[in-house]
């Protein structure tokens, strides 16, 4: 078995990069051609991200190099992944290395972009895609719009990534499903605040699974940098799912607060 992120177009100008980067997946599976299982989630979440980068580009009506470079660097956000997981067996930056900085290294030093009249601006967009926020100075116009799309797509499939954890874990008796986390906790007042005031959430002040959920409908209100991003989030149920599953945690009347909060941006 190996990876694949084909798409129609026989002269597709992602068709090197995209074996390339398949290819370096492949050699990260088990002589029957399997991924261990945390790899496999991150090859999705992979596929899941290019998928809305190039629904993003298309809503928003890039022009086809930039679409290109978006597509390019979404397909490359999460490269540094595999190696993290077989060196340090965890997905946590803390514990680990900086994934968007391994991942841009990797890419950097396989050498898959050379020829890429772009590749400043998608090895950028790799490099940032994980901070709080969009650091400055911003290396050129089409840099800032990939890193924009990267970070919108992230988000859009891990949407996806976390109703797909709440349907295949046991989470209301095993802990260990979200980290440790309180289940049964109202929200923290300091997470509650930044949300409010449409500031990123500090990872510090989780204290429960209600904060963790929070955070991601506080993207729905002023993470998501595109109107097709937007749309795309309503489109598919994110917030109606975080609203039931928010009340299944807490009765604080600030979750639904915070949704209507984010309703009203995801309709802008």
């Known amino acids: 078995m190996t990876s694949s992120f084909a798409r129609p177009g026989k002269n597709d100008p992602l068709a090197r990069l995209r074996a390339d980067y398949s290819a370096y997946v492949d050699t990260y599976r088990s002589a029957d051609g399997t991924l261990p299982p945390m790899m496999q989630l991150k090859l999705v979440h992979t596929e899941g991200v290019v998928d809305a ?4 580009a298309a809503g928003e009506k890039f022009d086809a ?3 290109l470079a978006c597509e390019a660097a979404a397909l490359l956000h999460d490269t ?3 190696e993290q997981l077989k060196r ?3 997905f946590r930056d803390s ?5 968007a900085v391994f991942s841009h290294d990797i890419v950097q030093a396989k050498g898959w972009l050379s020829g890429w009249a772009d590749k400043d601006a998608i090895l950028w967009a790799v490099l940032v895609h994980n901070r709080r926020d969009i650091p400055a100075p911003v290396p050129s116009p089409r840099a800032l719009v ?3 799309t990267v970070r919108d797509a992230d988000k859009l499939d891990i949407f996806r990534v976390l109703e797909d954890q709440i349907a295949h874990t046991d989470w209301r008796t ?3 499903a979200f980290w440790n986390l309180k289940v049964s906790a109202p929200p923290s007042p300091a997470v509650l605040e930044a949300i409010r005031a449409r500031r990123a959430v500090n990872y510090q002040d989780i204290r429960c699974l209600a904060d963790f959920v929070l955070i991601q409908v506080g993207w729905m209100i002023s993470g998501l940098e595109y109107a097709t991003s937007r749309r795309l989030c309503a489109a598919r149920g994110h917030l109606a799912f975080r609203r039931r599953f928010l009340k299944e945690l807490t009765d604080s009347p600030a979750v639904d607060e ?3 909060m984010a309703e009203r941006a995801l309709a802008q």
């Open 53 to 56: 980068a190039r629904r993003i």
């Open 65 to 67: 190099p930039t679409a």
């Open 80 to 82: 540094g992944r595999y």
């Open 88 to 90: 340090y067996n965890t």
């Open 95 to 99: 514990d680990s290395v900086d994934h």
């Open 146 to 148: 990939c890193a924009k």
């Open 174 to 176: 095993d802990s260990r």
């Open 258 to 260: 915070i949704c209507d």
